[in-house]
Each structure stands twice: as structure tokens, then as C-alpha cells.
């Protein structure tokens, strides 16, 4: 690992949602897609409980064509499950045997489609605050510059992705340059917030949506760090635990 | 003026860049259309020093052709003042008398640009910190929504427009409603660094950009509230002070 004294070269850039994608220069870089209410949460949770894969697609009928193949069908519209299908957004229903070894096919209304937006960058991974320590550890050692996209909510700026994205600014300033406003106005935020993420995203748009629908103990678990030990790759379509002895 | 206690039914949101602006409802709103460095404080500063107008247009081109209309052609490319034109982007070259009573055809890199993508809201007002009181004080006693748009820099989120923005959510908030995570985390930005806005964004991108230029005199001046009390509004390609008694 480098030292604290190091002359970055590395930049961290931070994109608030996918509508400002083709401002950022990223096809070199490693992207971390980031909805930590809950997409993002849901799929390192669903890896860290073994499942085999999953396979982000944009629209529930794509879905439903996963099920013929063997695959479990997942994803929510406006937050809620889709009918019919097999589980939806949140990461409890992945920590059960159930998932083990499957393939799951997921729909979501901001996640998978900001997954879909970078997929011609040099790597894809996917961020939390669930697997964030892991996460940093891996993108510390890699020799590409970061961008951190933030799914935001139907392509709005949202508080809680910016404060992950934030969070990752704020693990790994000492070893990337940091010449972006939306960088250093997330790490301002979670810096603002880290105490207490759960009292401090108490005002924001998402957390009064989600209230709606009676999900408390979902955003409880989505904003504690470190649960799931891994870090999700996506790769030709389809995400899966990354295998990396280095991390 | 309303009491602090009554219940909001105006809101105020906030658009971080042009390029989001079509997530936003705003065609029956007030636009307060924010490029702190330096378009919108150079046309408040214009229009206090009685420059009769300043027309927006998009490019070099456009803005010489005014110049056989008898206008002051004025502009910046990036910061820079444009070859051969009257003046540049600096507030300073306005507080002259050879503004007084001359219309002015201006395009700048940034908030010309979103001046025009707004044209179609219910009124379209200038914000910078030099008029921010005066302005303020018109907005509360409209009847109509708000919307902050930041010109930001080149369609990306820049801090001084967005800390703008948050200044007004904070001097407006017990009037609107506030349910957008922009507005939220503009007014965050403003509490931390608005007792020295000039130290505060010291490290901002935009700010190295300038410095670039030598120009820390202009930036000073456009972080200082409340120098030009005036209200520009645009109107069918125009804007020019607003006259209205009840600022």
C-alpha cells in the first residue's frame, strides 16, 4: 500500500446521477454504481448470501423472460415488488437459503439502469454502504482512476448516494486528486452525516418515499457499514462476486 | 408578509445543472437562474450601474451582430474576455459610466446558456450574492413555485452556484416547501462555508480555474451579498431591472 505522502495520480471523480454520465470521461476508469436505497445494498447482500449471480435488466418483461431459463426473478417499480415475481427490493428477502446458488434476474427503477449506463467502462463494481470498507480496500490498490455514480432517484440528485459516494472520497483522498465539486461536496456531506446516517437522511426526498411503504428495518440495514465481505463485479452483462486475493 | 408560522404551500427546489432541468416542472415557476462566477453578478452589477439591457444570446457570432445595432458586445470564452469585443465577463468593467443607458448583448460560457433553457417558465429572475436580499424579498412575496437553476460549469455541478441556491432555500425556507435533496444539500453547503464564502471555496474547481486568470479581485467582489439592488428579469429575449413597488 502506498503511503499517506504519496503525489496522487489517480483522480476520484463523483457523478450525481446517470443523466450527466457523458460529462465524465470514464471508459478507462473503474465506475462504482452506487443506490444504496436499495439496489445496490440488495445485490451484495444476495452475493454475500451465495448467490451465483445476478443479471441486471431494464424492464419487468425482461424479467419475466429469465424465468423460463431457471433464474429467480426479482425487482420493484416505485419501490414496491413487482407481482409475481419471486422477491423484491430488499435485502432481507436475499438472506435465505433460497438464493443459494442461483441466478437472479433484477429490475429496478434506478439501480440496474445506471449499471446499464457505464457498461462500456474498463470495470464496473457496485458500492454500499454494506460492503464500503472492502470495497475501498480493492479500489486503493487498483491502478485506474474512480468514478463514483450515484443512481439518484428517476435521474434526481439524491442525499444517501452522494453520502456513499462521499464516504469513498473521503477513505481514499490521500491516494487519488480530487479536482470535482460533486466530489467534494459529497465527502462534505457524509462528513456532515457519518454519526448518524439514519437521523440525518431523516429529511431527505427518498427516506419520506420509502416511509410510505413501511421499510424502516430495510433502510436501517442499508446504511449500517461493513455487513457483506464482498464486491460485486459487473461483467458481460451479468454480476458476480469479484475473486481477488488481493483485497 | 406571511408570519413564519403559516403552512407553506409554495416549494422551492433546486436544479443543480441545465442539463437536468427537464426533471423539473418549472413552466409555471420562478426561475432564478444563478452563475455566480461571474454572469449573473456582471448583469446585476450592469443593470445597478443603468446599463438599459442586457440580451443573452448563445454565441460570438450572434453577439457581433448586435454590434451594428449600436450595442456593447460583451463576453467570455472560458473564462477569458472575447477578442475584440467591449467588454469581458469582469463585474468591474461594468461599473462605467459607458454602460449607462446602452443595451448590452452579452454571452458568456455558462449562464447565458441557461438563461435560454428556461425561457418557457412563468418568469425567468437573475440571482448572484451581490443581489441576494433584494431578491429574496420579491420572492416571498410572489405567489408562484421557485426553482434555483445553477449554471454550474459546463452542464457539471459546481459548488458556488449550488451554495447560492442555498442561500436562498435558507433566507426562504420558512415560506416553501422544501422536498428536494438539491435544495437540502445546497442549504448544508451554505451553513458551513457562508461566513467565508471566499476561504470556503478556495478549493472549489472552478475557483483554481479562475485563479488561473487572475481575477481574485472579481471573485471577491461576487461572494459579497447585497451590492446591487436590483431584481433583472428576463423578458422575450431581454432582461432589464425590474420596477416594482413592493420590493
Known sequence: MAPDTEIPTRSIEVCFTPKLINLFDYKDSIVVVIDVLRA???????????????????????????????YLIAGERNGEMVDGFDMGNSPFQYINDKVIGRKIALTTTNGTQAIKAVEDAAMVVIGAFVNIDTLCRWLKNQDRNILCLCAGWKNKFNMEDSMLAGAIVHKLKNHFKIDCDSAITSEMLYMKGRHDLFAFLENSSHR???????IESDIKYCLTPNQCNVIPIYQNGVITKLINTHI
Open 40 to 70: 445496490t445494498s440488495t445485490i451484495c447482500t444476495a452475493l454475500a448470501y451465495d448467490a451465483e449471480s445476478i443479471t441486471p435488466v431494464a424492464s419487468i418483461d425482461d424479467c419475466l423472460a429469465y424465468r423460463n431459463q431457471g
Open 208 to 214: 419520506r418515499r420509502l416511509k410510505r411503504l413501511h
